[in-house]
């Protein structure tokens, strides 16, 4: 008798631990009777179906269920009873909860049958699983989206492991391929792949998980692939490595870049085909214009003696036949020089430089002083921008433009010429980039204008629509579209007979380095 106060303390303790642990416990505690009446639930079941627990204590547990639940637990209960056999007593599964505010969740529900010495009761534990619910849910959405993307992506995915076996090939792969995607699933990678790396790839790999050296995977590289018709091909192939739960996959992106290699080529061919022409080309201009100047420096000398030894015996017919033809062939030199000068103009010239147009401008109009006087011209100028240029060049643009001008005036009218610049962006960058930014050199002048269904004349070599009337060869227009072109620009005109004309250079502010 003297041990049975401190037994009796002893279940006091432990009974206070007890109820301790079950009121501070982080899942629900919930015990009812064999009727199903609750007798006690802990804070935390409370809260987690929205009730103080003196609110419910007393109640059937069936309110907190939903249909059809709510009205088959009391029979659920008496088959128990009378059975032996439950659904969820010593099992545990996830159900559905009802809120005081009615709202449905989820939980897991284990059900533990306690028999005391006067009768039996029930202890459900709650786990609110409701956040666990909605990251499965995102994660099947994302796995979802993810599969979506897969699936209708124009780049071909395909997923190997360790070993080189395949484990997925989405549609564009094998589309890409030629192989149905069943065909690829579980076979080798280098089954994709012609010689040599076919028969190197699981060297490469051995090698990469030896090392850890990279080749492709983070890096990414072109290479060929085989098709099912044995046709290769070039694809860009990029590899990434991911470290899953208990092994590692590689992941290769395939862009397929037939059609851009293709593109190369042919613009490769045509450069080295155009590069060849032009070559051809100036150095038939070259050598024409040298073997023509022999014959020519004899029928100027030829002439020249004819004039001074000759001139006087020669009759008035005679003379004016000798006369004509040295001017003949004084047009012909300077046709010759303007020749050379066309042949010279080539995309290999001095590089790029800044260029003060303005500077330009000034000088080539200090050039054409005399005749500017002669013909009292007036020049009016805006102020011209500084752009990366061949300088002997611009100064060859503005003289040829600013001469011309002057050149074909009307009759008893004095020459009045414009230049001003416009800066133009075509394309809206956030960097100028080179070719961006181009800028516009209007030389607008008085004279006798044309008709615009000639445009595409005038700057063509040789081509003259006032004949003889006007000194000149006929190329200097044709080499202003050169150097136009040349600094990624071209050039037009607007003009009527009779109203004057205007020119327009376009030049790209900017050029690629080489």
């Given amino acids: 008798m003297e041990n049975l106060p401190q037994q ?7 009974q206070s631990r007890l109820k301790a642990i079950i009121e501070t416990a982080v899942d629900g505690i919930i015990t009812i009777d064999t009727r199903g009446i609750m007798e006690s639930v802990n804070p935390a079941a409370a809260r987690i179906f929205g009730y103080e627990p003196e609110e419910i204590i007393g109640l059937n547990v069936s309110v907190l269920m939903p249909e059809p639940d709510h009205s088959l637990h009391d029979t659920y209960i008496g088959r128990y009873l009378q059975t032996g056999v439950g659904q969820i007593i010593g099992k545990g599964r996830e159900v559905l909860g009802k809120k005081k505010n009615g709202t449905l969740f989820p939980f897991f529900l284990s059900i533990a049958e306690v028999k005391l010495q006067d009768k ?16 499965e849910e995102a994660l099947r959405e994302s ?20 070993r080189g076996i395949i484990e997925m090939v989405n549609p564009a792969a094998a589309r890409l391929f030629e192989y149905d995607e069943h065909e690829l699933i579980g076979q080798k990678i280098n089954m994709l792949m012609p010689e040599p ?41 990029s590899i990434s490595e991911v470290q899953l ?3 590692k996959v590689y992941t290769g992106f395939i862009h397929d870049i037939t059609r851009q290699k293709m593109s190369e080529e042919r613009l490769r061919r045509y450069a080295s085909e155009l590069e060849r022409s032009n070559r051809e080309l100036q150095d038939f201009a070259y050598v024409s214009s040298h073997d023509l100047q022999e014959p020519l420096r004899k029928i100027q000398a030829f002439g020249d003696r004819l004039k001074t030894k000759e001139y006087d015996k020669l009759s008035d017919q005679g003379k004016d036949y000798v006369d004509r033809m040295l001017n003949a062939a004084s047009r012909m030199q300077n046709l010759i020089n303007d020749l050379l000068d066309f042949s010279r103009l080539t995309a290999k010239d001095k590089a790029f430089v800044e260029v003060d147009l303005d500077r330009i401008l000034t000088e080539v109009l200090s050039d054409l002083e005399i005749v500017i006087e002669k013909t009292e011209a007036t020049i009016t100028r805006s102020p011209l921008p500084t752009i990366e240029a061949d300088p002997l060049q611009m100064r060859q643009l ?31 960058h956030l960097t100028s980039t080179p070719g961006d930014q181009l800028v516009e050199i209007y030389v607008q002048d008085n004279g006798i ?47 009527h007979v009779g109203q004057g004309t205007t020119f327009i250079v376009t030049l790209a502010t900017k050029h690629l380095q080489d």
């Fill in 398 to 428: 503005f003289q040829n433009l600013i001469s011309n001008a002057i050149k074909f005036r009307k009759e008893d009218v004095k020459p009045e010429v414009a230049i001003y610049a416009k800066l133009l962006q075509p394309r809206a």
């Fill in 245 to 247: 739960t208990d092994r």
């Fill in 449 to 495: 204008g044309f008709n615009e269904k000639y445009l595409d004349r005038i700057f063509n070599i040789f081509q003259r629509l006032e004949g003889q009337k006007y000194e000149g060869s006929g190329i200097g227009l044709a080499i202003c579209r050169k150097i136009a072109v040349r600094h990624g620009g071209d050039i037009t005109a607007r003009s």
């Fill in 8 to 14: 009796q303390d002893l279940n006091i303790d432990s």
């Fill in 120 to 135: 039996r009761i029930f202890t459900g534990i709650v786990h609110d699983i409701t956040e666990l619910k909605r990251t």
């Fill in 197 to 237: 790396d076919r028969s190197s790839h699981d060297q490469y790999m051995h090698h990469y998980h030896q090392t850890g050296e990279k080749r492709i995977i983070g890096i990414g590289r072109e290479v060929s692939g085989l098709k099912k018709s044995g046709k290769v091909f070039p694809f860009y192939l």
């Fill in 143 to 162: 796995e979802s989206k993810i599969n979506s993307i897969i699936q209708t992506a124009v780049d071909g995915i395909i997923t190997i492991d360790t």
